[in-house]
């Protein structure tokens, strides 16, 4: 098969208008963030601080009195991606007619924790190998660190 000869190019290497550019420009483009369906409503979420945690108390009195705001629900912790440390994590959504109103209401909300396991900092943590392998003065430092209480 012979390629092309470059003069007979019809869109290599000539300026070519872009049909879009001028909705852009003006802002007349329509995107879709710009769809409001009838009946769309927003959330904001509050999410508890630990892994596995879940609330105990909620006080959504200030938040479902501001305009806007439809309903404050607590959302029960789940497995979800975390499956593997046991569970998710439990908060709180504000659902209301804009997203400025369910901001608003979300940070209006009191919630008590029950918290979840402290987070494990994989930074920090030795592994069994690496102590294994390190010399005992090495080790000991690591030790005192206060990561591992025990091999």
Not at 76 to 95: C, E, H, M, R
């Amino acid at each position: 098969m012979a390629l092309k000869d470059p003069a007979t190019f019809k869109l290599i290497g000539k300026p070519v208008r872009r049909l879009d550019n001028a909705p852009k420009i003006n802002g007349s483009a329509i995107y879709s963030i710009d769809m409001l369906p009838p009946g769309l409503l927003y959330a904001s979420v509050k999410m508890c601080p630990t892994l596995g945690g879940k609330v105990a108390r909620l006080d959504a009195a200030v938040a479902q009195s501001l305009p806007g705001v439809r309903k404050v629900i607590t959302l029960q912790p789940y497995a979800g991606g975390l499956a593997s440390y046991g569970s998710g994590t439990g908060g709180v959504a504000v659902i209301a007619d804009t997203p400025f109103h369910a901001m608003r209401a979300v940070e209006k909300v009191t919630v008590e924790w029950i918290m979840g396991r402290p987070p494990v900092s994989r930074a920090r943590t030795p592994s069994v190998r690496f102590l294994k392998r390190s010399t005992p003065t090495k080790a000991k430092r690591i030790l005192s660190m206060g990561t591992w209480k025990r091999l």
